[in-house]
T-cell receptor, first 110, second 115 residues
Framework: RKEVEQDPGPFNVPEGATVAFNCTYS??????FFWYRQDCRKEPKLLMS???SGNEDGRFTAQLNRASQYISLLIRDSKLSDSATYLC???????????FGTGTRLQVFP | SQTIHQWPATLVQPVGSPLSLECTVE??????LYWYRQAAGRGLQLLFY??????ISSEVPQNLSASRPQDRQFILSSKKLLLSDSGFYLC??????????????FGSGTRLTVV
C-alpha cells in the first residue's frame, strides 16, 4: 500500500462550483499534514497545513480524519485560477521526511 | 526573508555526459535540504536529503550523488547520465527540526532532458 494515495482525477468543474478531494495515508502515527498546489511545469507550493480541528483559508477548507486516516480539501466558488494539481503531503513517522502523493488534477472551466 | 535558488532552469544533456545541479538557500542557517525528482506525469520522488554539511542520506539507489560542501549549498551530480535520468529536479529546504511544522519550500526546479 502506498503511504499516501490520491485520486489522480482530473476533476473538471465549472467556475463557481464546490469541489472536494480526499487523500488517504497509511501510517497512523503521522503527525503533520499539508496540501500543496503545483501548476503545470512549476514547483509545488504550500497551500495550507491541515490541523486536527480542521482549518479554513478563504475559499479553502482542510479536514483531517485520524480514525479513517484521510485528509480532505474543499474548494468553494472555484475560479479558473484554481486549475492545478493538488498534492497531499504527510510526514513519514518519526523522521523529517515528507511523503508526497501523486496529486489530484483540477480543471476549472468557464 | 529566506529564499531558495536553483539553476539552471532547463538543461539538455547527451547520454553519458556529467551533470551538476546547484541549489542555494539564503536567509537562514543550517537548513535541512532535499533533492526530489518528478518524472513526467509522476509523483515526487525523494532522492537525497541533508541535515548538515557533509551529511547526505540517499533514499534510492541510482545513478546520482549529492554533496553539501557549504551550509546552504546542495549539489546534485552524476558522472554519466542515463536516459532514465530525465525529469524535473527540485531542491527544497526546511528549518532544521521543523519540517513537520512548516513543510518544505521548493526551488523553481531544473527540467533535465537526457538525449
Amino acid at each position: 500500500r502506498k503511504e499516501v494515495e490520491q485520486d489522480p482525477g482530473p476533476f473538471n468543474v465549472p467556475e463557481g462550483a464546490t469541489v472536494a478531494f480526499n487523500c488517504t495515508y497509511s501510517n497512523s502515527a503521522s503527525q503533520s499534514f499539508f496540501w500543496y498546489r503545483q501548476d503545470c511545469r512549476k514547483e509545488p507550493k504550500l497551500l495550507m497545513s491541515v490541523y486536527s480541528s480542521g482549518n479554513e483559508d478563504g475559499r479553502f477548507t482542510a479536514q483531517l480524519n485520524r480514525a479513517s486516516q484521510y485528509i480532505s480539501l474543499l474548494i468553494r466558488d472555484s475560479k479558473l485560477s484554481d486549475s492545478a494539481t493538488y498534492l497531499c503531503v504527510v510526514n513519514s513517522y518519526n523522521t523529517d521526511k515528507l511523503i508526497f502523493g501523486t496529486g489530484t488534477r483540477l480543471q476549472v472551466f468557464p | 526573508s529566506q529564499t531558495i535558488h536553483q539553476w539552471p532552469a532547463t538543461l539538455v544533456q547527451p547520454v553519458g555526459s556529467p551533470l551538476s545541479l546547484e541549489c542555494t538557500v539564503e536567509g537562514t542557517s543550517n537548513p535541512n535540504l532535499y533533492w526530489y525528482r518528478q518524472a513526467a506525469g509522476r509523483g515526487l520522488q525523494l532522492l537525497f536529503y541533508s541535515v548538515g554539511i557533509g551529511q547526505i542520506s540517499s533514499e534510492v539507489p541510482q545513478n546520482l550523488s549529492a554533496s553539501r560542501p557549504q551550509d546552504r549549498q546542495f549539489i546534485l551530480s552524476s558522472k554519466k547520465l542515463l536516459l532514465s535520468d530525465s525529469g524535473f529536479y527540485l531542491c527544497a529546504w526546511t528549518p532544521v527540526g521543523e519540517p513537520i511544522n512548516y513543510g518544505y519550500t521548493f526551488g523553481s526546479g531544473t527540467r533535465l532532458t537526457v538525449v
